[in-house]
């Protein structure tokens, strides 16, 4: 397999700082595990550090790799983890979703 180096532009690394910045005003968990992620450590230095990670791969989905759209939070060992694989299908609604506490547990409609 050939080595690929990933082309990067001015406009790709402002738009790579300013969604950190998000992420940390926002403590966003990561998008895989669902936890918190320690925005303090040095970006891709520790296993729960901050890394930019892609909705869909970028080996699969080169076109895509600009769009800060499909850019999600994660955890530098979750993105690891994933690899290349396409993002998980969710499975539906979870019941803390649909259920209604104040109808006394049952769900709506």
């Not at 992620?37 to 791969?57: G, M, Q, R, V, W």
């Not at 080996?59 to 983890?81: E, I, M, V, Y």
Request: charged share 30%.
């Amino acid at each position: 397999m050939a080595n690929r180096t990933r082309k990067t532009s001015r406009a790709f690394e402002r738009d790579k700082r300013a969604f950190f910045a998000k992420c940390c005003r926002e403590h966003a968990p990561c998008w895989l595990c669902g936890m918190p992620i320690d925005y303090a450590a040095e970006k891709n230095t520790a296993d729960d550090s901050f890394n930019l990670d892609h909705l869909y791969p970028v080996s699969k989905r080169p076109d895509l790799q600009f769009d800060p759209a499909g850019f999600r939070p994660s955890h530098t060992s979750c993105n690891r983890l994933r690899g290349n694989r396409d993002p998980a299908t969710p499975i539906g609604l979870l019941s803390r979703q649909w259920v209604d506490p104040a109808l006394g547990g049952q769900s709506e409609g």
